[in-house]
């Protein structure tokens, strides 16, 4: 009885929601036919409705399919917007008195002689400025994060809506139904076809790179674009065909995703041969200059503002959502696979995930092959660390790594350090130990190298990020800890699609790092 509860009510909020932005569109509306002076920002307003609406009819149509899980967190969204769009509503009726039984634009006219214009002007477009930020924060901030989660519900229900509602389209439900294609495919593609792969010789390889990475910038044949290099290795002794039908995959859904929601570029196709697979990406529009993380982090210019390091946080935790939601685990996300870029001379502030030769899909087969390097190791999991890992590799283990990641960025200290040229990183003993690091036993040291993160976590971060910002990196650090109240267990956790996990993701960091303002 309680779950159907949850279900019928939130089924109601969607309601709800549909019903007070429509009537608050209307009286929007109502203004404007009466005087065109909010005609642009109205057109605004009501383009980023439209999105909305879209996205609670979608919502409300599939509902009674979702779990439970995914209900209780969308009824939470929904709450927030429901009563945003309440409280919008009841200040135009305030500010303009309208009587129940009064045709709208005819009040609205006769307001103009009641009202100081100048006056009423003002607390409208006030209310319209403050919708447009409430309803593209509701947006990017709640739903945007668990939109593409809804391509991971198994069953028939919301792949048959998704397909419906798509085809022809270039809605946030058409990426969704290009997913759940690719996804429900995904064991069927035995000949990857030429579209994906492209001819050796397109692209000109140049003298360049992106420094602290393994990426390469080239030039493209035909249309002289410069594009970045990832390389691929297929490892001696593994299976060809399917490390080639992996990269097929992986280059089908980077090729038509938006870079800036997604922070990942948008890849034009792979370049092929017997030992490895060339992943060819797009610089992303009206961006330049790519610098990697590490380059940043190395730098430690105090001078770099707080807002960029905050947004380059957010767009990496998003990053990491999507590429979980698209079913591929990254297994190697460090600093040093981030490459940053900038705009007009700006702060580099858009970060990119690159570094992918590690990547697998979510259910293939872990190989628990490793190396032993320890400036890999800081940005590994205890249970993934040497040779021969303890642990298969599950989505945890990225948002373990993220975590580090985020540690650094909070500090804005890079934990390795280059001397006298050398192509070796030493540990940055300011905040790395050479004694924790030289103790023997490889799981005591991997314990101790984690216990000391979360130390500096809890120190730190504080002062130089604030509260939500320290806690969000500690529960990053300990996701697989034994009775952490975060992700709580992760073999409770561990079921095919990964929707839990997901979830929790999205509540417990993403959408505590999108609050943090500054």
């Known amino acids: 009885m309680e779950a159907a509860g949850v279900s019928l009510a939130v089924v109601g909020a969607a309601?709800?929601?549909?019903?007070?932005?429509?009537?608050?569109?209307?009286?929007?509306?109502?203004?404007?036919?009466?005087?065109?002076?909010?005609?642009?920002?109205?057109?605004?307003?009501?383009?980023?409705?439209?999105?909305?609406?879209?996205?609670?009819n979608f919502l409300h149509e599939v509902w009674f399919a979702l779990p439970g899980r995914f209900q209780v967190h969308f009824n939470r969204i929904l709450a927030v917007i429901n009563t945003k769009l309440i409280a919008a509503n009841d200040l135009c009726n305030q500010s303009i008195k309208k009587q129940d039984d009064q045709p709208e634009h005819l009040h609205v006219l006769m307001t103009k002689g009641k009202l100081r214009r100048a006056n009423f002007a003002i607390t409208l477009k006030d209310s319209i400025d403050a919708m447009i930020r409430d309803l593209d924060q509701w947006q990017q901030n709640l739903l945007d994060p668990t939109w593409y989660q809804l391509v991971l519900v198994p069953g028939t229900k919301v792949p048959q809506v998704v397909d419906k509602s798509c085809k022809d389209s270039k809605t946030s439900e058409a990426t969704l139904a290009g997913l759940r294609y690719l996804l429900s495919n995904k064991d069927k593609v035995n000949n990857p076809t030429t579209d994906v792969f492209l001819p050796y010789d397109s692209v000109e390889p140049t003298a360049s790179g992106v420094e602290f990475t393994k990426a390469s910038l080239g030039i493209e044949k035909i249309s002289r674009?410069?594009?970045?290099?990832?390389?691929?290795?297929?490892?001696?002794?593994?299976?060809?065909?399917?490390?080639?039908?992996?990269?097929?995959?992986?280059?089908?859904?980077?090729?038509?995703?938006?870079?800036?929601?997604?922070?990942?570029?948008?890849?034009?196709?792979?370049?092929?041969?017997?030992?490895?697979?060339?992943?060819?990406?797009?610089?992303?529009?009206?961006?330049?200059?790519?610098?990697?993380?590490?380059?940043?982090?190395?730098?430690?210019?105090?001078?770099?503002?707080?807002?960029?390091?905050?947004?380059?946080?957010?767009?990496?935790?998003?990053?990491?959502?999507?590429?979980?939601?698209?079913?591929?685990?990254?297994?190697?996300?460090?600093?040093?696979?981030?490459?940053?870029?900038?705009?007009?001379?700006?702060?580099?502030?858009?970060?990119?995930?690159?570094?992918?030769?590690?990547?697998?899909?979510?259910?293939?087969?872990?190989?628990r092959l490793n190396d032993d390097l320890w400036y890999k190791d800081i940005y590994r999991h205890p249970s993934r660390q040497g040779i021969r890992p303890e642990r298969d590799y599950i989505m945890q283990h990225d948002i373990y790594s993220l975590g580090v990641c985020l540690l650094e960025i909070g500090l804005w200290r890079s934990f390795l350090v280059w001397k006298d040229d050398s192509d070796n990183p030493t540990p940055n003993e300011e905040y790395v130990s050479r004694k924790t690091l030289s103790i023997k036993d490889p799981r005591k040291r991997a314990l101790e190298v984690k216990k000391d993160?979360?130390?500096?976590?809890?120190?730190?971060?504080?002062?130089?990020?604030?509260?939500?910002?320290?806690?969000?990196?500690?529960?990053?650090?300990?996701?697989?800890?034994?009775?952490?109240?975060?992700?709580?267990?992760?073999?409770?956790?561990?079921?095919?699609?990964?929707i839990l996990v997901g979830v929790q993701f999205v509540e417990k960091i993403l959408m505590r790092l999108l609050a943090i303002t500054v």
């Open 15 to 56: 309601e709800l929601c549909l019903k007070y932005g429509r009537r608050l569109c209307e009286t929007y509306r109502t203004y404007r036919d009466a005087e065109s002076e909010f005609a642009e920002q109205l057109l605004v307003l009501e383009n980023r409705w439209l999105k909305a609406e879209v996205q609670l």
């Open 225 to 367: 674009d410069i594009v970045l290099l990832d390389r691929i290795q297929i490892p001696v002794g593994t299976n060809r065909e399917q490390s080639v039908s992996d990269v097929y995959h992986l280059v089908k859904f980077f090729s038509s995703i938006d870079p800036e929601l997604f922070g990942f570029l948008r890849c034009r196709g792979a370049l092929k041969d017997d030992k490895h697979c060339d992943l060819v990406f797009s610089f992303p529009e009206k961006l330049d200059d790519p610098t990697s993380l590490r380059g940043l982090l190395v730098e430690a210019n105090t001078a770099y503002p707080l807002d960029a390091r905050l947004n380059i946080a957010q767009m990496l935790a998003r990053s990491c959502m999507f590429l979980h939601d698209c079913q591929f685990v990254h297994k190697s996300l460090r600093p040093d696979n981030i490459v940053c870029f900038s705009t007009q001379g700006q702060y580099p502030d858009k970060p990119y995930m690159i570094g992918l030769d590690r990547f697998r899909l979510i259910d293939a087969r872990s190989m």
């Open 453 to 498: 993160l979360v130390r500096l976590a809890e120190q730190l971060l504080p002062g130089s990020m604030g509260r939500i910002y320290a806690s969000t990196v500690i529960a990053c650090l300990t996701c697989l800890d034994p009775g952490n109240t975060h992700f709580g267990d992760h073999e409770a956790l561990r079921e095919e699609s990964g």
